[in-house]
């Protein structure tokens, strides 16, 4: 059964810093894995989505990246905000239609 | 597009009772999600639909649950009889084959409080 863990479960910084969270997974064999973002009492938005065959994805200040063969995904967030505030989860695809999502790394930027 | 819609948004009811959850997936989308999140289980996935047809229920919890697909535009999610361990948000999800993204788009939930 695959299994998703989210390091650190909360982050807090200043605004302008650049910052990493951290996303691994315990089986390989993934379809894709994607970065949610949600804000309190909302849905979750979709950010960044990686196929299995590619290494990374960038959307504006937002990078992630793919490592498959160990498991492990990072998303970068460049010269961080305030409106940056949020959870953000991972999730892998398996052969299926499912997603396995992570517990989340709840995001505060201060200003 | 609306977006995925969920109804009603808060919940709160008495154990015992039963709750009635409500999804309009987004239109063209013929895959549909129900998830519940908890601060201790995260999103969990509890049963997904194909073109209105339930493909994996594994995830519900027990049979106090069922969930319906009678068309394209509408599904549902019950709860009956209801108890204070169901309390959660429950989010719907839909997505489209195909295209050149696999992402799943998620409605605002619905915060359920059972007493």
């Known amino acids: 059964k695959q299994e998703v863990t989210q390091i650190p479960a909360a982050l807090s910084v200043p605004e302008g810093e650049n910052l990493v969270l951290n996303c691994s997974f315990t089986d390989s064999a993934i379809y894709n894995l994607q970065w949610f973002r949600q804000d309190p009492g909302k849905g979750l938005t979709s950010l960044l989505l990686?196929?299995?065959?590619?290494r990374e994805q960038t959307s504006g200040r937002l990078n992630a990246s793919l490592d498959k063969s160990s498991g492990r995904s990072t998303l970068y967030i460049a010269a961080s905000q305030p409106g940056d505030s949020a959870t953000y989860l991972c999730?892998?695809?398996?052969?299926?239609?499912?997603?396995?999502f992570g517990k989340g790394t709840m995001l505060l930027v201060s200003p | 597009d609306a977006g995925v819609i969920q109804s009603p948004r808060h919940e709160v009811t008495e154990m015992g009772q039963e709750v009635t959850l409500r999804c309009k997936p987004i239109?063209?989308?013929?895959?549909l999600f129900w998830y519940r999140q908890t601060m201790m289980r995260g999103l969990e996935l509890l049963i997904y639909?194909?073109?209105?047809?339930?493909?994996?229920d594994s995830g519900m919890p027990e049979d106090r649950f069922s969930a319906k697909m009678p068309n394209a535009s509408f599904s549902t999610l019950k709860i009956q009889p209801s108890e204070p361990r169901d309390s959660a948000v429950y989010f719907c999800?839909?997505?489209?084959?195909?295209?050149?993204?696999?992402?799943?788009?998620f409605g605002p939930g619905t915060r359920l409080t059972v007493l």
């Open positions: 999800a839909s997505r489209r084959t195909g295209g050149n993204t696999d992402t799943q788009y």
């Open positions: 239109s063209g989308h013929d895959y």
């Open positions: 990686i196929q299995s065959s590619q």
């Open positions: 999730a892998v695809r398996g052969g299926y239609s499912t997603l396995t």
């Open positions: 639909f194909n073109n209105n047809v339930p493909i994996d």
